[in-house]
């Protein structure tokens, strides 16, 4: 598989150099979704298409793939890497919370697997444009879909002192979200905050220094927690959850992997909901987690947790 890199002039140009994107716990995901020859499958992440391509082997010629992602630019690229299963899947630009509509303008009642690898890809991390990592610089805008109204330079230029404090503390569990918080609105009451690394060098100022070295990047939090208000992150969660579950045939899967423990909880209590309804059957206790092997492999993997249940009715 090969991975776009953004030119000057911000056209796609495959780089046959670039790694891919890893897709993560790839034998886990084929064996608690188990997708079968015929079936059909939503993959409402579909990234660089990686899951998918495994799945659509699974399902065969007479199977179905619908893949969803609401980022235009990964929609198209994973359009190239699937391109041997173009009468095998649909791929659509569609928000994943819309994921009812998506299959009722297809005919489609109920599907046998649904999974979402959530957040972002190395794709859209590594895309200085896309303005997702603190590492290189590129304009603060974090929207998945490029159409989205809100970018992260309108919250952070915009919102109160109030506003930017909550963010970050319920969607980033920031501990320093009030000094952060302040010293955004100081800094932007002298020039507008417009690029990722303005952004960074404000929170290193807000962040008191002293002590042991902390094991993340002192920013990371705050970039989170800016990604999740600016796409809806966790509110989109609970609305995917609720309507899967009533796309799901007997027996069919849904598989959630999540990054962080904010999206691990909604899925954890949602799906306890379920089993508690007698709707569905958890198949771990506890999350799957990437092996050694994997997180050596790929990093970003590490903080996976992929959870799974089974429609019973
Ligand atoms: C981690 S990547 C998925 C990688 C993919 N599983 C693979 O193997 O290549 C997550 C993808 O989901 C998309 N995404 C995130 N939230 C979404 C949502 N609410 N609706 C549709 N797509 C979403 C992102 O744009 C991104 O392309």
Redesign the pocket.
Known sequence: MIKPVMTSDNTDIPDPDAPA????L?NEVLQYMDPQPEEVFV???????????AILHRLGPKGLLIG????LH??EQ?QKNLEEFTHQCRLIH????DIDQALADLNIDAVDGI???????S??LDNPERGFSLRNSGPLDMR??QNGAISAYDLVNSLTEREIAAILKDFGEERWAGRIARQIVSERSKQPIEYTDDLTRIILKAVPGKGKPPRIHPATRTFQALRIAV?R?LE??ET?IDKSITLLKPGGRMGI?S?HSLEDRIVKNKFKLFEKANLARCLVKKPVRPSEAETEDNPRARSARFRIIKRVI
Do not use: C, K, P
Request: hydrophobic letters at 40%; glycine letters at 12%.
């Open positions: 994107h890893q897709s993560v790839m993959d409402g992440t579909l990234g660089m298409g990686g899951h998918a391509q969803l992602d609401r980022d990964s929609l994973a569609q928000d994943f919370r999974l979402l690898d959530l957040g972002i890809s794709y859209q998945m879909d796409n992150e989109t969660l995917v992997i990054f």
